[in-house]
């Protein structure tokens, strides 16, 4: 049993370094196309707890805290760092129309199938979370959760759900690539393809900007935790999220949004947040997970028939609205892959509208779990 805060946090490194480079070699692609390094990451952690790796200290609690309460506000700072609001405007009226009908469908769609199935006040939370997450991203999902206060075994619902509903979901928008003149032509759009935009700077990064991105991300979740306990009305937690983001976009106008990197240190940071989210979860509490995953496929289809509504309403092509629904709910990992089966200069596209969406996913996902609360039994 490990009782050192110390080997606790290289531990969770560990795992979470494990599964980050294995999804990185060819060879294992077929595990995580299906099971995504986060899942993996989270389940492998909680097994960990399961057996007593971790002794339950209050060093251990303590450090657990101080390390999820820095790297959040931290990772939503780098991430929303390559968010480019200028180049998104660039992107027509039809993309953009699209973009929109998939954010606003599945808002709806949440709060229609919460009420739906009677969810009570209680996984509100869990159901924010998820919506941030098919919204923007994994990173938004725990940035959610968190100013929620979702506890670490409903954040496992809620990746299970992401995980298995979002498989499905990929595999049935590139099975409709094949009916896209076809649905052009009942919907009334035109066929001329849409001009693809490229995703901006993906320079590598290097140990200058390494370290000067990394020891700005920790100065602005410091000032932002210092901040947010002063700010009343939210919560601290709340109040660091959107700080944080707000500090993010702030970032974006300066040289420091056009540094390589940002989203690739944010995305370390990810997986070690999952990595400790996991080592605090209950393996005894995952009882409710098919009904969680009914309620996901249902949001999912309500999700649908919203967007086939609005391509109607707004005369768009398949493509326009499967990129969205997937920058949406897949992201920057999924959207471009579906981009480029339509063609391949247009996976640009994908990347600006799925990167908008770590924007959108926190205000978005926070905005769903206060309806939801309003509407609860």
């Known amino acids: ?16 370094a494990f599964f980050g480079i294995a999804e990185r070699f060819e060879r294992s692609r077929f595990l995580f196309d299906y099971l995504p390094a986060v899942v993996l990451i989270y389940a492998v952690s909680m097994v960990c707890a399961q057996t007593g790796l971790w002794e339950k200290s209050a060093a251990i609690s303590r450090v657990y805290h101080t390390a999820k309460g820095n790297l959040l506000p931290a990772m939503l700072f780098l991430m929303l ?19 929109a009908s998939a954010t606003l469908s599945l808002i709806v769609a949440f709060v229609a199938v919460f009420a739906l199935f009677g969810f009570t006040k209680e ?28 506890g670490e075994s409903a954040m496992g619902y809620a990746l299970a759900v992401d995980a298995v509903c979002y498989t499905v979901w990929v595999a049935f928008l590139l099975a409709l690539v094949p009916f896209a003149a076809r649905f052009s032509r009942w919907s009334g759009a ?44 939210l919560g601290t937690t709340t109040w660091t999220v959107l700080l944080a983001t707000l500090a993010g976009i702030a970032g974006s106008y300066t040289p420091l949004g056009r ?10 940071m990810l997986l070690l947040l999952v990595a400790l989210i996991g080592s605090r979860a209950d393996l005894g509490s995952f009882g409710d997970v098919p009904r ?27 493509f326009s609205i499967g990129v ?3 920058a949406n709910i897949g992201g920057v990992a999924s959207a471009p892959i579906l981009a480029s089966a339509y063609h391949r200069s247009l996976a640009g596209v994908a990347v600006l509208m799925a990167v908008v969406g770590y924007l959108v996913g926190t205000f978005g996902g926070l905005l769903v779990g206060f309806l939801l609360q309003w509407i609860a039994v």
């Open 81 to 99: 760092l390559s968010v480019d609001l200028r180049r998104f405007m660039k992107l027509g009226p039809k993309l953009l129309a699209a973009y």
């Open 190 to 233: 035109t066929h001329e393809m849409q001009r693809a935009l490229e995703p901006g700077c993906a320079c590598t990064i290097g140990p200058r900007r390494y370290w000067l991105l990394l020891g700005i991300s920790f100065l602005v979740a410091v000032v932002s935790r210092g901040v947010a306990d002063e700010l009343p009305g």
């Open 1 to 16: 049993m490990i009782d050192s805060p110390l080997l606790y946090l290289l531990s969770i490194a560990a795992i979470a």
């Open 259 to 268: 540094f390589g990197g940002s989203r690739e240190l944010s995305g370390t």
């Open 324 to 326: 969205a629904s997937l």
């Open 292 to 318: 969680y995953i009914a309620a996901g496929f249902a949001i999912l289809l309500l999700h649908a028939l919203l967007l086939v509504a609005a391509a109607r309403r707004f005369r768009l092509d398949l």
């Open 123 to 150: 996984e509100a939370g869990l159901f924010a979370a998820l919506a941030g997450s098919w919204m923007g991203g994994t990173a938004n999902m725990l940035a959610v959760g968190s100013a929620m206060g979702v």
